[in-house]
């Protein structure tokens, strides 16, 4: 079983960054896809990124294209999550998910095996 924790969230300005970490344990490879999710108060959750196992491809919201980066580093068994150019609109828990596939990502969050607990964004105006 895959276990995922997510750190890195945090209180920024508008227009600042912050990179999201999603540790993975559990398994000694990293043949899993992952996605970042958001879920804002009172609102449901949606896809941000997903990447394959290997990195290279990668997908995104039209919400955060252009100002999200994901990105993952097999060795350490870690994805990223780059945020930059922070709108109000980006406060949310930011929620990493996992399916053991290769080569194959999805946005659908019912595609995901494994979730992590989330970490709090908070873009203040």
């Known amino acids: 079983q895959l276990q995922l924790v997510e750190s890195g969230g945090g209180l920024v300005q508008a227009g600042g960054s912050l990179r999201l970490s999603c540790a993975a344990s559990?398994?000694?490879?990293?043949?899993?896809?992952l996605c970042w999710f958001r879920q804002a108060p009172g609102k449901e959750r949606e896809s941000v990124a997903a990447?394959?196992?290997?990195?290279?491809?990668?997908i995104y919201a039209a919400a955060v294209k252009g100002r999200f980066t994901i990105s993952r580093d097999n060795a350490k068994n870690t994805v990223y999550l780059q945020m930059t150019s922070l709108k109000p609109e980006d406060t949310a828990n930011y929620y990493c998910?996992?399916?053991?596939?290769?080569?194959?990502?999805?946005?659908?969050?019912?595609?995901?095996?494994?979730w992590g607990q989330g970490t709090q964004v908070i873009v203040s105006s």
């Open positions: 998910a996992a399916r053991e596939i290769t080569a194959a990502f999805s946005m659908s969050p019912k595609w995901y095996e494994y």
């Open positions: 990447i394959t196992s290997s990195g290279i491809n990668t």
């Open positions: 559990g398994r000694t490879s990293s043949n899993y896809s």
